[in-house]
């Protein structure tokens, strides 16, 4: 069974990079494609993007050119890093994996990430 | 993009209860439509794809129903662990979309 686990800091500030790293486990990365999601706290489920193992990624229009997705096969992870944030990009960030590109299976835990100075 | 409108926001039912939630598109999406299950401080769990195709594992009292713009979530008869937020999600058109939850609490 895969397993996902997300890592990073946990409070950033303002106008900086958040890094988030997504380890898998129980299975390879070679394969399926690998999404991020967040939540704000109290709110609903926001698409970040994907990434296949190739390489080739997609993402929410909405968040513009902040938004880098990479994979490092070798690791076995693939990571998220969003730029420029602000209060509004305080979240759950989750990493997660479906069978499908369009819909997810399998779910990390969930890391809150703050943005606050 | 496609707006994910889900009715009601909060449902209050009693175990035993049949309980139905509704999903609407604001364009069609054909039966590209996933449910999921969210419970205080978890991940989301993977319910139904495909708008109307159970996930391995999860019990048959969940049931999906709907295609183009209207959607479904019924649970048959509510037991103690279904008390939880569900979640819509369209996967037609990128990018993909959520509805903003409906909360199905005790009664």
């Known amino acids: 069974q895969v397993q996902l686990q997300e890592s990073g800091p946990g409070l950033v500030k303002p106008s900086e990079t958040l890094s988030l790293t997504c380890s898998v486990s129980g299975g390879s990365i070679s394969s399926y494609y690998w999404s991020w999601i967040r939540q704000p706290p109290g709110k609903g489920l926001e698409w970040i993007g994907y990434i296949y193992y190739t390489g080739s990624t997609n993402h929410n229009p909405s968040l513009k050119s902040r938004v880098t997705i990479s994979v490092d096969t070798s690791k076995n992870q693939f990571s998220l890093n969003l730029s420029s944030v602000t209060a509004a990009d305080t979240a759950v960030y989750y990493c997660a994996r479906g069978d499908n590109v369009e819909f997810f299976q399998h779910w990390g835990q969930g890391t809150l990430v703050t943005v606050s100075s | 993009d496609i707006q994910m409108t889900q009715s009601p926001s909060t449902l209050s039912a009693s175990v035993g209860d049949r309980v139905t939630i509704t999903c609407r598109a604001s364009q069609s999406i054909s039966s590209w439509l996933a449910w999921y299950q969210q419970k205080p401080g978890k991940a989301p769990n993977f319910l139904i794809y495909?708008?109307?195709s159970l996930e391995s594992g999860v019990p048959s009292r969940f049931s999906g129903s709907g295609s183009g713009t209207e959607f479904t979530l019924t649970i048959s008869s509510l037991q103690p662990d279904d008390f939880a937020t569900y979640y819509c999600?369209?996967?037609?058109?990128?990018?993909?979309?959520f509805g903003q939850g409906t909360k199905v609490e005790i009664k």
């Open positions: 495909k708008a109307s």
């Open positions: 999600q369209q996967y037609n058109v990128y990018p993909w979309t």
